[in-house]
């Protein structure tokens, strides 16, 4: 095997491609040199040699040894120096470099190869001893820091002190004098620290480099890192070892770093940051301020430093050549860093750069623009995910904000308002114009209307899955949850955190985006949707096969996702419209009722305020299609709890208190997620969902007089298992439609089709295809019922699942490929035997994350429903997983 490859002007062994090989900082490195830009001679040991590190207990391949001797000789060619030479040393950096950047590894050990000897020897050769022993102190304690694991406070405390006997406040006030004797202490403390003298020999001093760089691949927080952002333990790391150049030389000597494009706005503009006379990461370290490359960056940041522009106008020019060419190279915005040394730019990293969400988005249209990359290229460019923050008001970056209590950030955007402790009370106030933010230990289904109302939600409470998580990111709210530090008492009405108590009433900020809670309003700006999103998203359109659908019910929700680009309702959850409080009193007479009579009669007060629900939603989705599930919940949901409930019904039911209290404990059901729900509802109260389809029909039929033509109305039945449920329900609704045709004259287009959400249903699909015309996906109780597991209960052992690696994610959030996914490829195949024309679809959760989006568009789905806010996520993930 070849351990080592080199890199410079004259010889280059690998290339950007290699990365896996060299990691990222090596191959680009390769790649510059490659492309005769000016790279210091190194040379790259592999990750491959990392590996066979960890395999053979912490012991380097038997050739490693020559191969890196002969790198060093081939940097002492390149630049005509010596390693170790007392008159003309060669200083090298050891830089480590994994496949991706990993924060938490060992860092950089700059000036390598100095020693008592060369370091006088670079003294002489420069003419300049202050460079010299500032140079060797930085060595020292980065090589004591890094390799030794002496702790940093040990040099700070020497050069304090030193600074204190002297009187003065800046390094740069220390004379050649002092740093030599701050370099003898330094020796000092880390002989008293580790019991050994500070490594003189070079070849030593190297291969400690190396070992170090190895080494803290394993070390915990590298460890943390990997896992938290899904790294595999085996790719190891690289070690790269490079010709030192000196920006600490003098006035015509700098160092800085630069992003091709803004990282925050995508502008096209040249962005970054140098300091005259300084080494190394003086830039980031905030020690001294970093003066701006452009005019124009220090005027927009009202700096009265001079630029780099100003300062050295010939090899900010060259820069600047670098950027471009950096950028037609790569086809992709460039994060670089550079060093001068007396006046001669080097270049000494690469990468792409880092964005924003904003950014991406606007390099990706403009770059394609630009005709560096093609609309595919673009539309691959952006994560999905990220668009969620683009779509909501976010916090003004320039605002003040005191932060009290920090939640998880269970649906993004900004919101302030006054506090209502109850759902009612968010939605009388908001009724009244005032902006809400609802505060609760945990929501239920029958906060339903307090969420929607609100501006944002606020919880003590639960987890990302939790009922206001899941809830508000489907409604587009934000939402913080389980901010566990807040008390809330919902009877005083009043929540307290850290000696604050915050009263009905009184203003808050969240933020869905990062959980934190902030006292007061905190100003936010509103989302662009325009220009580069509208253009991304054209793009997208013309490669996606899948069409997108929104799970809505309101007409708010209706118009969002029309305005995002929704091709249709895919899910329309019915029971939704009968929490409002206008209409619970009815639905709970309807489910109350003793016999046919009485339910007829509560439902027939339903049955107008229905109708007009979808007489809304067909206008809004015009043509588009709209599918409707019928009443799903389990009837336990509806049932009244408190002495005023139960006695609202028994006044509009003309029954006795007790008559309702007995019958609501009849209902009581002890396992309300299986019990009687679904079409159970329907094949036991077959009125109920006669009303629905009519509701529906006659709906249909008014708006088709009204606008020439009506949304085409997909009615579903939800949780079937069995097919015989099917038929017959769809016998109750055919037998409706003719009625309502009849009736109002107007031919209404209609289908009838179920949604798959338990196991059984997929396996029976073939015949249950028969009468059903769509299938609609239903993963989350699909998800449940496949797991025996509880969506409500999970979160307190999933975490613990995924803490074990017995699962890899949430089933909740991303699709269950192997096992849930299985059915749902079992139930489209055998389903479209029966019935070729079958269309398939998904609503839910997983209708809008990406990577569930990806396994639709490949078992041939033809659409997937997701919530309004979701919608222009699930397009672009779409074309993704078309091209
Ligand atoms: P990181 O991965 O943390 O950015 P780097 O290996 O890029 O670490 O090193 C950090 C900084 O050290 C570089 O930005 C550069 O300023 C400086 N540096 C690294 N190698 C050299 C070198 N050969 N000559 C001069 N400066 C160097
Ligand atoms: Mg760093
Ligand atoms: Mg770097």
Redesign the pocket.
Known sequence: AKWVYRFGADQTEGRAEMKNLLGG?GANLAEMASLGLPV?P?FTITTEVCTYFYANARKYPAELEAEVKAGVAHIEKAVGMRFGDSENPLL??V???ARV?MPGMM??V?NLGLNDDTTEGLAKKSGDRRFAYDSYRRFIQMYGNVVLGVEHHNFEEVLELHKQDRGVDLDTDLSAEDWLKIIGEYKQRIEEEIGKPFPQDPHQQLWGAIGAVFGSWDIPRAKTYRKLNNIPEEWGTAV?V??????NMGDDCA?G?AFTRNPSTGTKEFYGEYLVNA???DVVAGIRTPQHLTLEGKKANKSTLPAMEEVMPEVFKQLDQVRSQLEKHYRDMQDI?F?VQQGKL?M??TRNGKRTAQAALKIAVDLCNEGLIDRKTAVARVDPASLDQLLHPRLDPKAKKEVIARGLPASPGAAFGKIAFTADAAEDRAAKGEQVILVRVETSPEDIHGMHAAAGILTTRGGMTSHAAVVARGMGRPCVSGAGDLRVDEVQKTMTVRGHTIGDGDTITIDGGTGEVMLGEVPTIEPELSGDFSMLMSWADSFRKLKVRTNAETPLDARTARQFGAEGIGLCRTEHMFFDTSRIVAMRETIMAEDVEGRKKALAKLLPMQRQDFVELFQIMRGLPVTIRLLDPPLHEFLPHSKEELAEVAKASNHSVEWVTHRATLLKESNPMLGHRGCRLGITYPEIYEMQARAIFEAAAEVKKKQGETAEAEIMIPLVGIPKELSLMRAVIDKVAREVIKETGVELPYSVGTMIELPRACLLADQIAKDAAFFSFGTNDLTQTTYGLSRDDAGRFLQAYERQGIIKQDPFISLDQEGVGELVKIAAERGRKTRANLKLGICGEHGGDPASIHFCSEVGLDYVSCSPYRVPIAKLAAAQAAL
């Open positions: 900082k210091p190194g090298v950096s830089r480590s470099g950047s860092d950089t700059l790269n490079q010709a030192m150049v000196f920006g160092t770093v080494q190394g990461e860093e060093t080097y000494l990293q």
